[in-house]
């Protein structure tokens, strides 16, 4: 459509002479990669090799018309979140635009959910806690996730609870990983369950049903 290919045109610079157009290499710089319709006589959207840097670009530039910002006051909001969350600018790449704009426009409340789940998960690598649920940042009640760190300290007292929702924040919630442990102690009866979260959570937590079905889904695409 007219606006896509407006999007599109709008993430290039442009050529700094007509020479560009016949050189044989694309630079990797932001301030000088050359649009594919500049290397090449004939080019379709549905053709371009849409590397990391691309998509990134585009999703910013989207993330930054839904918010009716510059690109710059983008850039400089996202800085903030790198500072608190390092390895969240790889994600990105992954994010929808909406998703990305919703993290620009709450860095404030974003830090204070930071410090709270530090609060509540003490010893735990509360980065990749939120890199792994990142529904941390925005969306989940920092009430009710209190209320279930409590509930899965009794639940598993025998378990270091900090650092098992560190990698599994799916156990959040709560009523559907207790569902888990019955069917688990259901389908394998005499097995210690406590013993099988340690050595092989896996084979319990892909038993989990609600709206995580299971752990790896969570965990390779966190925006959905």
Do not use: C
């Amino acid at each position: 459509s007219r606006q896509q290919k407006a999007t599109l045109e709008h993430i290039f610079q442009p050529a700094v002479d007509g020479s560009s157009s016949n050189s044989s290499s694309i630079s990797s710089s932001a301030s000088t990669i050359q649009a594919p319709w500049a290397v090449s006589w004939q080019m379709s959207e549905r053709n371009i090799m849409w590397s990391d840097e691309l998509k990134l670009r585009l999703i910013k530039r989207i993330a930054s018309q839904e918010l009716q910002v510059s690109e710059d006051e983008l850039e400089d909001r996202l800085q903030q979140l790198y500072n608190l969350l390092p390895d969240l600018a790889s994600r990105l790449v992954k994010a929808p635009p909406k998703r990305v704009a919703q993290l620009a426009a709450n860095t404030d409340s974003i830090a204070a959910r930071l410090l709270r789940l530090r609060d509540i998960f003490p010893q735990a690598n509360t980065s990749n806690m939120v890199n792994n649920r990142l529904t941390l940042l925005l969306d989940d009640d920092m009430e009710a996730v209190a209320a279930a760190a409590e509930r899965l300290r009794q639940l598993l007292p025998q378990i270091h609870v900090d650092r098992f929702v560190e990698a599994f924040p799916l156990v959040l919630d709560v009523d559907d990983f207790e569902l888990a442990l019955e069917d688990a102690r259901r389908i394998m009866p005499g097995t210690d369950i406590t013993q099988m979260l340690r050595s092989n959570p896996d084979m319990i937590l892909s038993l989990q049903k609600g709206k995580n079905l299971i752990p790896y889904d969570q965990i390779d695409n966190p925006w959905s």
